[in-house]
């Protein structure tokens, strides 16, 4: 049977439709990523590509200025100082029940000793130095109705902020231009880890890990978040960077080493894009 020569157009239409329709569907409900980076001199993007704007949770990468916050309101003076030993009441995984400073604290992400910060910090200074900081929508209220602020705001909770203000709140520090003390900027700089990356570069940054939350607002296991904030030099040259991503899929581990790790190995070739 001959297929009418006036619907055939229509025929074809539909069925490159048919092949067209299912890829842009999984392109819509691919897991949001970004990578960002920024001339920490002129400010200029050198690299910006997914979903950038979005705010999420900080997750540890909140460690960041959260040191700088301890370091200026006296709470911490300096690389290993104080060492605060682990007290049962903070109920913290295995791994954390240890004795810690400031750099043990970046280095393996210890929640409990930011638990301590905060507290030392109090509701009122905390919020104000987070406002004052400019720190992304600025909210350390906490769950609705749960008074937890001071200890979950930061952790799938209040607090949210974009990888654009990750990135520009790195570029403030390095310039020295947020509202700390000098030495704060100093011990902050000194604390964050450092990392040997491919091409020549030494990268500092801090790694966050959580996971996105369901329509009920509880964590889901299949939306493992992972983050990876600093800065990279080479040659006299640095850069301020941002990179978040979302798996698609459940991971026991956290995703922000894992994130890293990609990071560090395609920091070059980011690079010569430029």
């Not at 067209?20 to 920490?40: G, H, M, N, W, Y």
Request: charged share 25%.
């Amino acid at each position: 049977m001959m297929i009418d020569k006036l619907r055939m157009p229509a025929l074809l239409f539909a069925f490159a439709a048919g092949l067209a329709f299912p890829a842009l569907a999984a392109s819509q409900k691919r897991a949001p990523e970004c990578t960002v980076i920024l001339d920490a001199a002129s400010g200029d993007v050198l690299h910006r590509e997914g979903i950038c704007d979005r705010r999420l949770n900080p997750f540890s990468t909140f460690k960041f200025p959260l040191a700088l916050m301890g370091y200026d309101a006296g709470i911490l003076s300096d690389e290993h100082t104080p060492a605060w030993d682990y007290q049962p009441e903070f109920d913290a995984v295995k791994r954390d029940r240890k004795t810690v400073d400031p750099t043990i604290w970046e280095k393996d992400s210890v929640l409990w000793f930011s638990r301590e910060i905060t507290r030392r910090l109090g509701e009122e200074k905390f919020a104000a130095y987070v406002k004052k900081l400019g720190y992304g929508n600025m909210d350390v209220s906490g769950d609705a109705g749960k008074n937890n602020g001071l200890t979950h705001s930061w952790l799938k909770s209040s607090l949210k902020i974009s990888p654009d203000e990750q990135a520009a709140f790195v570029r403030s520090f390095l310039a020295g231009k947020l509202p700390v003390s000098r030495k704060a900027n100093a011990m902050t700089m000194a604390v964050i880890p450092s990392f040997g990356a491919q091409g020549g570069w030494t990268v500092h940054g801090k790694t966050g890990s959580g996971r996105l939350g369901d329509d009920a607002g509880k964590a889901n296991r299949n939306k493992p978040l992972g983050w990876f904030v600093g800065w990279a030099e080479r040659d006299g040259r640095k850069v301020v960077f941002a990179r978040m991503q979302v798996g698609a899929d459940s991971a026991d581990s956290p995703k922000g080493p894992k994130v890293r790790e990609m990071f560090l190995k395609e920091l070059p070739h980011l690079m010569k894009q430029r």
